[in-house]
């Protein structure tokens, strides 16, 4: 087998790359589907109705896709530079926790601040949390070597330990009878609703602006090109004048704050407080999110809209088919790999000698 | 304090909870291993060892013997890391990402397969498992299950393939050179599809021993980590057997530790401060051997045929 | 003539539009040194690569003793007796040399390799054909000869009746050159027949028996070595005449560039130098000659600003400046790295924003925008006036041929940003093997650019393994040997005897 340039990837293909993996992964989830004995066609339909089929369908799409633009955001910007940050999901946290320290704990900062203004802090929190939790694993790559994989997974562990820890302390909620949750975020800080008697809120406005905004500066700045030219060659971007070392730092603050302001506004739109199943692995969902995009920081949020769909859709079809809920976590996984192999065929001719 | 760590490390207890906390990790370590020796990284672990929990368990449960179990969770880590191979070796895919998908792939395949076959179980199913080998008569063994000493004997043995067999140096010349490789006839992409496989089926008897002997029965979230932990010792023992067993006791003994610590000095620190120790230690201890770790010179590079 | 020991027949191999090989037909007799003469891009790699079944032909048989050879299966060519010394190194430097030499020898599977065997039929070889190595030494430690002569123990104990070397000069000194030359004359008396892949003429008349000469794909001519001149071979090598670069007239100026005693530490040879000074004059070429490996790396990397020096200083312009390579791009310094894909460009970026890869905050962009007109202006005058084909300033640079990649830096590094041609002079040029892998043409147009350059004046550094390069080129050379310099000479004070020597590490030589 070998792999054979093609050059320059024409815009058809880079298009029919994502188009030609979500096929095959819905044929490939088919067999799983049947395997449960449910029928193939029902249990699809039954997914696209419970996830775009309704007006309901999609409020909760949307409200599920606002987190995941974020974690996708997070991923897709780190990966351009090729920092690997898979620790989306403790930083998602981080920001939760950030969040309701400021905004939440004595009934906000303790300093009497317009909400305004408490919301500013609030989120300003949130992202520095996060992006501080990332630039700690960057910093030892660039400074000591260390691959940023394995100690951005390590810390989604160390970190969920300490929201937990929390919960159980100087954050518990002490109107939750012994249930781990933490105190509520004050009133005025929560963000208002899009949609009437939906769970729509402001902070789908707020992803799809840092999708735009970070489109831009990918494309547009001096920083966007270091980034670009450090994922495409940390040797020769440093040998042309870029300051490597600063420019992943960056980059790990930028992808930490986004994956932090994530928790925030999960936080402030969504749940009013932090718990420890606040996130059913929305971290881990990002760097999928972000694959499927291509990194493409807009076809993050167009990705991110398709993968609610398909969870919210599997939840729903769940309770009405016999197919676990599990299915969409499959499909998902399939997409991740799926979408791998039709990039590399965008890119290559595949031949078999 | 003092005196509490003396009787805890004069206690045979002790030294058996540090056996069977590493067993896992020695399998999955020596997994890594033989995955990182020929040139791939290979983050499929923490889902390839749920995948074989589950599927080593499940075959138990289904009235198979427990030494079939192994076998089964062997072969389906075997398959992903095939899998992983395929995607890795000759299609050049970022190791990283690919390994990602495959422990997403494996542990939606496992959730999704244990509800499919137990949709409407509250507890989870049990086995009878592995028996303490009573029979042995020495103190720390015998309070141990027959897969801790075959973890044992893997260590030795993989030693002895690397480096006294010329299949060992073929594995490592593909981690180093794998031009050189070519160069002698030999088929890179065998070898390191081949080398995948078997570390894979190791990481998969790691996650068995999860259900088989550790525990009796399969539940969410049991691997918690120990892959990525894993992947980490490697870094720690320089891609050396021996030092990986090293590591791995090294690590249990902590473990055991602070699990002993949380119960006997309950109060002064919340458990679950006690519980990130694994975790910490594992960061320190690639912060401090990544500077002068001597990579296998070749991993993370794809090799193409004929390009050098 | 009695029957050859390899026969190639109708050899054709394209890669997507280029045809690599294109119908080459050629035998090897026994106890022969065959030539493989041609260009670089000519088709010599693809050839042997083919031949050892790196590759597979697209058409074409290969017989090797008479029974066809299976394509694409390397094992299958070592099992006929053919071995392969590859011009880049095939050794894994954290295993020793027996680790090394016995790879593939043993069937896979036996549980246990027998070393002993290995040891004593590795020291066998060794000796008789007169190539000393250390059985037990890491091939780390060895120099660029040593791993020569362990590839070359790697064939022949595996009985190879057919030795492939290619390139093998490329990294030697004149005197290791001889010495390889009387190795193989060895070997052919013991009966081994030799094809031997080089762009050297004069090497190629002294060494072969017969020489075949390749010309973008095709086999243009085969004739014996005896009674053949240099000229003929370098028509028919080339095919078109090729203007020789002129050296216009220029004059020493003032010191732009001075190091003083820097000594730079690191783990390798290569990455060391130890007590380096050097001034390097406006309007001069100053070359460094020496074997791979010597401390090149680490004297390129000081003066692309990659690198710092751990004692000593050096100034550019009279200013000292730190390891960072912005500062070296603005006091004026043009690089020429040597390494065109891992260094020189961003593969997967545009040639527009490689255009202006080291310009690209100042004058491209202006408050941390990107003034992408104007930057994409630049990139199309300078791909006209630098002559950059195959390519849109929109395609990813990776794409481009070697040529057209150098000719895209030369010019980056000359034109400074200026948004006139000419308008920009750089007060330094570090050039490390600029012409690497390149054609007759490239090679002659970058020798002209920096004759040009030199000539409008700037100061050159010239970092070279090929010495006719050398000599064609500069007004000074210097010889670098372990890291340490032997001082710059005016070139017509050196022999190539003496600096083969000083390249060997003699000092008396010098």
């Not at chain 1, 792999?3 to 320059?8: D, H, M, N, P």
């Not at chain 2, 720690?236 to 057997?241: D, L, S, V």
């Not at chain 3, 050839?47 to 008479?66: K, P």
Request: positive net charge; charged residues 15%.
């Amino acid at each position: 087998m070998r792999l054979e340039a093609r050059g320059a990837v024409s815009p058809a293909m880079a298009l029919a790359a994502p188009v030609v993996a979500v096929a095959f992964t819905l044929a490939v989830a088919a067999l799983f589907v049947a395997w449960a004995g449910a029928p193939v066609g029902r249990t699809y339909a039954l997914i696209f109705e419970g996830g775009f089929g309704s007006r309901f369908a999609w409020s909760e799409t949307l409200t599920r896709a606002t987190p995941l633009i974020l974690t996708g955001l997070a991923a897709a910007i780190a990966f351009r530079a090729r920092l690997y940050n898979i620790g989306a999901e403790g930083q998602l946290y981080a920001g939760a926790l950030a969040a309701v320290a400021v905004g939440g704990l004595h009934g906000g900062t303790g300093f009497d601040l317009p909400p305004a203004l408490l919301l500013v802090a609030m989120f300003a929190a949130a992202a520095l949390a996060g992006g501080l939790l990332m630039a700690l694993p960057a910093f030892a790559k660039t400074r000591f070597g260390v691959d940023e994989v394995v100690t951005t997974l390590l810390l989604n562990f160390i970190v969920l330990l300490f929201v937990s820890m929390m919960l159980d302390g100087p954050m518990k909620d002490p109107a939750a009878m012994g249930w781990p949750q933490s105190v509520a975020l004050r009133e005025e800080l929560e963000l208002p609703k899009l949609v009437e008697r939906t769970r729509v809120h402001a902070g789908l406005l707020i992803a799809i602006g840092l999708a735009v905004l970070s489109w831009t500066a990918m494309r547009a700045t001096t920083f966007g090109f270091e980034v670009r030219a450090v994922g495409a060659n940390p040797r020769a971007a440093r040998f042309a004048g870029v300051p490597v070392a600063r420019t992943l730092l960056l980059v790990a603050l930028a992808s930490g704050a986004a994956a932090g302001l994530g928790g925030a506004i999960e936080v402030a739109g969504r749940t009013g407080y932090v718990t420890l199943d606040m996130s059913p692995g929305y971290g881990y969902t990002g760097i999928v999110i972000a694959m499927l995009a291509g990194l493409n920081p807009l076809g993050v949020v167009a990705a991110a809209v398709f993968v609610a769909g398909v969870l919210v859709g599997a939840d729903s079809m769940s309770r009405a088919a016999s197919v676990p809920t599990y299915i969409a976590d499959v499909i998902v996984a399939v997409a991740l790999i799926a979408m791998l192999v039709a990039a590399l065929a965008a890119r290559y001719r595949i031949r078999l000698r | 304090m003092l005196d509490a760590l003396a009787s805890m490390l004069a206690n045979a207890d002790f030294w058996s909870a540090v056996l069977r906390i590493a067993t896992p990790l020695v399998f999955g370590t020596v997994g890594v291993l033989l995955c990182e020796r020929v040139g791939v990284l290979n983050l499929g672990i923490e889902g390839i060892m749920v995948a074989g929990a589950f599927t080593g368990w499940l075959a138990v449960h289904a009235g198979a013997g427990l030494w079939t179990g192994v076998l089964v969770a062997a072969v389906t880590g075997a398959l992903f890391g095939l899998l992983h191979g395929i995607l890795t070796v000759p299609l050049a895919l970022s190791q990283h990402v690919s390994g990602l998908g495959i422990t997403m792939f494996a542990t939606a395949v496992a959730y999704y397969a244990y509800r499919v076959s137990f949709p409407n179980v509250s507890t989870p199913p049990t086995i009878a498992t592995f028996a303490e080998m009573s029979w042995l008569g020495v103190p720390v063994l015998a309070a141990q299950t027959p897969m801790t000493l075959v973890a044992i004997a893997l260590v030795p043995l993989v030693a002895w393939v690397l480096y006294r067999t010329p299949l060992g140096l073929a594995l490592r010349m593909v981690g180093e050179n794998p031009a050189a490789a070519e160069g002698q006839g030999l088929s890179v992409y065998a070898l390191r599809i081949g080398s995948i496989a078997a570390g894979s089926a190791l990481m998969g008897v790691a996650g068995a021993f999860l259900t088989l002997s550790a525990f009796n029965s399969f539940f969410f979230n049991m691997v918690n980590g120990r892959g990525w932990i894993c992947v980490a010792l490697v870094v720690f023992a320089g891609w050396r057997p021996g030092k990986a067993l090293f590591g791995a006791l090294l690590f249990a003994f902590f473990d055991a530790m602070q699990l002993r610590l949380q119960q006997s000095d309950a109060g002064a620190l919340p458990y679950q401060a006690w519980l990130m120790l694994p975790y910490v230690l594992s960061i320190l201890a690639l912060v401090a051997v990544a500077r002068r770790a001597s990579y296998p010179q070749a991993l993370m590079r794809p090799y193409r045929k004929g390009e050098r | 003539m009695s029957e050859p020991v390899l026969r190639l027949s109708g050899i054709t191999r394209r890669f997507g539009a280029l045809v690599a090989n294109d119908g080459i037909t050629l035998d090897l007799a026994a106890g022969e040194v065959l030539a493989l003469l041609g260009e670089n891009g000519a088709g010599k790699s693809t050839l042997v690569s083919i031949l050892f079944g790196h590759y597979v032909a697209d058409a074409g048989t290969i017989e090797a003793f008479g029974r066809p050879l299976p394509p694409g299966d390397p094992a299958a060519a070592l099992a006929a007796g053919i071995g392969m010394v590859h011009q880049h190194s095939t050794l894994a430097d954290n295993l020793t040399v027996l680790d090394n030499v016995m790879l593939g020898t043993e069937p896979l599977w036996r549980p246990l390799s027998r070393r002993r065997e290995g040891r004593a039929r590795l020291v066998a070889t060794a000796e008789r054909f007169g190539l000393a190595v250390d059985p037990d030494a890491r091939v780390a430690r060895l120099s660029v000869g040593e791993r020569q002569r362990v590839e070359i123990l790697k064939a022949l104990t595996r009985d190879a009746r057919v030795l492939i070397l290619d390139e093998p000069t490329a990294v030697l000194t004149p005197q290791e050159s001889e010495a390889l030359f009387t190795t193989l004359r060895g070997m052919v008396a013991e009966g081994l027949s030799v094809i031997f892949i080089s762009h050297k003429l004069d090497e190629v008349l002294r060494v072969s028996d017969r020489i075949a000469v390749l010309r973008t794909g095709r086999l243009v001519a085969a004739m014996p070595s005896r009674g053949t001149s240099k000229a003929a071979l370098a028509e028919a090598m080339v095919g078109r005449a090729v203007a020789p670069p002129v050296a216009k007239p220029h004059a020493r100026g003032d010191v732009v560039c001075v190091l003083d005693r820097v000594a730079m530490r690191g783990e390798r040879v290569g990455e060391r130098l130890d007590g380096v000074s050097l001034a390097l004059h406006a309007g001069e070429i100053t070359a460094i000659a020496g074997v791979a490996g010597n401390g090149q790396a680490a004297l390129v990397d000081l003066l692309c600003g990659m690198r710092a020096a751990d004692a000593g200083s050096v100034t550019l312009g009279g200013a000292a400046l730190p390891a960072d390579p912005r500062g070296w791009i603005d006091a004026g310094a043009a690089r020429i790295p040597d390494d065109r894909r891992e260094v020189g460009t961003l593969g997967d970026l545009p040639v527009w924003e490689n255009a202006i890869a080291e310009r690209y905050r100042r004058p491209f962009a202006s408050g941390g925008i990107v003034r992408r007109r104007s930057a994409r202006a630049y990139a199309r005058r300078l791909v006209d006036r630098y002559d950059v084909r195959g390519a849109g300033i929109d395609t990813p640079v990776r794409t481009l041929s070697g040529g057209n990649m150098q000719k895209l830096i030369v010019g980056r590094a000359l034109s400074g940003g200026a948004s006139k041609p000419d308008a920009y002079l750089p007060t330094l040029i570090v050039a490390s093997q600029p012409t690497w892998g390149l054609d007759a043409g490239a090679v002659a147009w970058v020798h002209q650019q920096l004759l040009d350059a030199c000539a409008r004046g700037s100061a050159v550094l010239l970092v070279s393994e090929d010495l006719d390069e050398i000599f064609a080129l500069a007004d000074r050379i210097a010889v670098i040997h372990g890291g340490r310099l032997v001082p710059p000479r005016p070139a017509k004070q050196w022999t190539l005897a003496e600096i083969g020597l000083a390249m060997a590490g003699v000092r008396d030589a010098a």
